[in-house]
């Protein structure tokens, strides 16, 4: 992710306040392209094969972290023999990873501090992969964003069977919240989809920040129901040309979609209920809201 790249070009930068935690997680992204040249400076790189095998090691270091293990418990918790199991308490043993004290396997603070390492490296990865498609869509525009807050999202794909599955999943939790905020660089369901429309005018009270033709395109195919709505404030439309994506934020959770730039369509959307990844789509959709211009529907009508 290159740093405020698309945003820096606008004249925005999507960096309004947070707390210590998420600052932190955030600042921990940014760092990581910097990782490589600071471990060349340091003249301390391990070698790729080591590095192989501290993950192959991996399970039986987790297994350590719950308690000290015997070698019985540990052949049965891992399901290896005993000589695969002496094989591998030698080697984390060299390492120094693991220390035996009245029988038992246990890991030294050495060991503790690279098995949070190598679990870390495996949620982060397994996120990464699940939510590729909307990655390639968010990380051109956007390095305030991190993996962590994203571990236990749920994530939609588009499927040929099934490609509106991310916008369905997308209109269920509309319909489960009271309120709802985020923006998006087009209309958050397809306009013929009548039930997501009534929901949004006459039952959840929202604020959307569009393209200003998305919203004359809104009005034109629901001009009373919109109209209404946006008199007595059920709904409040703002205005931004430059989106970088979908973002929406519900009573509970909160999701991010990202769309095929030649279909249109939803290719994907991951929701979570985070508490981490809450407050990072509050900051950046208050620094998207910022941005913006209210609907003057004196020149839009």
Known sequence: MDPHEDARSAGRVFKPPASPILEAVLQNARNQKYL?????????????????????????????????LDRREIEEQLDVSRATSHRLMKWLGEQGFVEKSDGRFQLTGRGEAVTDEVLRFEANVSTAHRMGPLLDVICPHHAEFAIEPMVDATVTLAEPADPYWPVERFISLVSESETFR?????????????????????????EIVYPSHIIENILDVYPTRANEAIDRGQVTFRTREELPYGLAIFDDRVGIGGYNDETGLMQAFVDTDSSLAREWAERVYESVKTDSTPLDRRTDQ
């Open 36 to 68: 490589g040249k600071r471990l060349d400076a340091t003249g301390n790189r391990i070698e790729s094969d080591r590095l192989v095998d501290i993950v192959r090691h991996g399970p039986a270091l987790e297994a350590l972290r719950e308690k000290p």
């Open 182 to 206: 985020g923006f998006n660089t087009t209309h958050l369901a397809p306009l013929n989809v009548g039930e997501f429309y009534r929901q949004l005018f006459d039952a959840t009270e929202s």
